[in-house]
């Protein structure tokens, strides 16, 4: 499946070393403004070459919006897209044509299809996930009108880690560092730590934390469909993702229930929560499988890089042992670039469980 939601939904296009990389979005409520300006913001919080400690590769990540908007606002048409490829280095990686890059979808692709593009990685490449960010920044335009916001940033590289407790941090100071984490201290010894693996031609994996505010009561469904269970699909699908954890998470297996029950108390909050809310948000703004207005705060965790600069073990498509020396422009970290993509998964998942449930309330 190349298409993700139900009632707004991106379906994405391209290789990381073809023409372009691109989608179309439907679904798109019509009337909405859209700031083509955020658009390449975002996609600039996203793109590769931004800082020392991110790939060298250098791409304008120019968006071009193809249909679906007119005057300035969305029509509720398709909203097809493009960003082209302009700094593609195909020839780094012909030494590999031949050969399954150590923890790569490499050989799972070749066996699945019978064929493979080994230029950067083709589809598999997270050069995709550009796609991803344009919609979600269509999304976030949607949201915005709602009062819904959402915000990620990096709470951990390899052991370096911030509290669990989002609130103790100012958002503002999120964008203040090539990290994208709000702690300046913990940002520069972060920073000091993917270069350190830049240089040595190694990676470092690490923890995305996202909070979701202003969410209404009653998105996501009681069975198959909860909230957090759509969160978690889309935040695993994004390349290197290994781990998703909403609410306290694995940390509440640890306490008592008198310990982890949030108790309701009455709110001021008469529209957003119907002048109720929970006294404590163990449970992460989601209650059986559905929103319960209180923030949506969730972890995402990722490995390392699997593109290591040296050389390593490996077979080729024979199943002959060899060794693999891989080139190129690689990511040290995924975790500042990776951002981004995690908001703009959490902006989708939002806006489409809000069109559903308005759906069933018509």
Excluded: W
Excluded at 270 to 299: A, L, M, P, V, W
């Amino acid at each position: 499946m190349n298409t993700f939601g139900k009632l707004f939904t991106l379906t994405t296009f391209g290789e990381s070393h073809g023409v372009a990389v691109g989608g179309v979005v439907d679904g798109m409520p019509p009337g909405i403004p859209i700031d083509i300006d955020f658009i390449q913001r975002e996609l600039a919080r996203r793109k590769p070459g931004q800082s020392r400690i991110t790939t060298d590769r250098k791409e304008l990540d120019q968006v071009e919006l193809l249909s679906g908007v007119f005057e300035g606002k969305s029509t509720g048409t398709p909203i097809g897209f493009i960003v082209r490829n302009r700094n593609q280095q195909s020839k780094d990686y012909d030494s590999i044509a031949d050969l399954f890059r150590p923890s790569h979808a490499d050989y799972t692709y070749y066996n699945k299809y019978g064929i493979r593009d080994y230029r950067g990685g083709g589809r598999a490449s997270a050069r995709i996930t550009l796609s991803r960010v344009v919609a979600g920044a269509l999304a976030k335009l949607v949201l915005k009108q709602k009062g819904i916001s959402i915000t990620a940033y990096t709470s951990q590289v390899g052991d370096i880690t911030l509290d669990r407790n989002y609130q103790k941090y100012d958002f503002s100071l999120i964008e203040c560092n090539p990290v994208r984490c709000p702690e300046p201290k913990k940002a520069k010894e972060m920073e000091a730590l993917i270069a350190e693996m830049k240089r040595e031609g190694d990676t470092i994996g690490g923890v995305i934390t996202c909070v979701i505010k202003g969410c209404p009561v009653g998105l996501g469904e009681p069975e198959f469909d909860k909230l957090h269970a759509q969160l978690g699909a889309a935040m695993l699908s994004i390349n290197a993702a290994k781990g998703f954890e909403y609410g306290e998470g694995f940390a509440s297996a640890s306490y008592r229930g008198s310990q982890q029950n949030d108790v309701f108390i009455p709110s001021s909050d008469k529209q957003q929560t119907h002048g109720i809310k929970t006294k404590t948000n163990h449970c992460g703004g989601i209650q059986g499988g559905i929103s319960n207005g209180e923030d949506i705060y969730f972890r995402v965790a990722f490995k390392p890089v699997a593109t290591l600069l040296m050389e390593q073990e490996t077979v080729n498509k024979e199943g002959e042992a060899t060794k693999i020396d891989v080139h190129g422009r690689h990511d040290p970290c995924v975790l500042p670039r990776a951002v981004p993509i995690v908001e703009a998964m959490a902006a989708m998942t939002i806006l489409d469980a809000l069109l559903v449930d308005n759906a069933k309330r018509i």
